[in-house]
């Protein structure tokens, strides 16, 4: 599916404070607006200190077919998600995350990308975030599978220089980063 520029610049980013409160209130369950609610606070403090990692999406279109970056944009437009640009690194790849490993945005994708993180770094806001997706899905196999995947990887999702790889066919990265498929 082809995206024109206009198509592609009208996605917007999440990038001021008052639209973390749009991004959190767009969660349907209250556990999971609390829970980002008691992060707000950190990611503001984060934001300063990461500046804006993801391009704007028109140029990421314009990019070859099967690199990272066009990938990504087709992937934020077929969805219809507002990519997060501020706060924290994690925050603002999270999406990126997503595109790359082929994980989906409903309960069992999530909790795959989760799952993923924490075989990379364990950290306990992986296991917790992972935990309800996998408790709100009732699957553990997939996220299992995606923490395998990450322990095999050597992706570390605080230091992956996302800005540097746009440009490379997702194939190279794969390969790169050890990211075979689940």
């Known amino acids: 599916m082809d995206v ?24 349907q369950y209250l556990g999971a607006r609390l829970f980002l609610r008691a992060l707000k606070p950190a ?5 300063d200190r990461v500046g804006q990692i993801v391009p704007p999406l028109g140029q990421l279109q314009t990019l070859p077919a099967g690199t990272l970056g066009y990938e990504f944009a087709a992937f934020v437009r077929s969805r219809q998600l507002k990519p997060i640009a501020y706060g924290p690194r994690r925050a603002q790849i999270h999406d990126v995350l997503h595109a790359l490993l082929g994980y989906d945005t409903d309960f069992v994708g999530e909790q795959q990308v989760q799952w993923f993180i924490l075989g990379t770094k364990p950290l306990w806001f992986n296991v917790v975030i992972g935990t309800h997706f996998w408790l709100r899905s009732r699957q553990w196999q997939p996220g299992w599978d995606a923490f395998c995947r990450g322990r095999n990887s050597t992706l570390d ?3 992956f220089p996302v800005e540097q790889l746009w440009h490379i066919p997702v194939a190279e ?10």
Not at 7 to 25: G, L, Y
Not at 43 to 47: A, E, H, K, N, Q
Not at 173 to 182: C, E, G, P, T, V
């Open 4 to 27: 024109t520029f206009h198509e592609a610049e009208s996605i917007q980013f999440v990038r001021q404070p008052h639209e973390i409160d749009e991004f959190i209130d767009s969660f």
């Open 43 to 47: 990611m503001l403090r984060w934001s």
């Open 173 to 182: 990265i794969y390969q790169q980063y050890h990211l075979q498929s689940d």
């Open 157 to 159: 999702p605080d230091t």
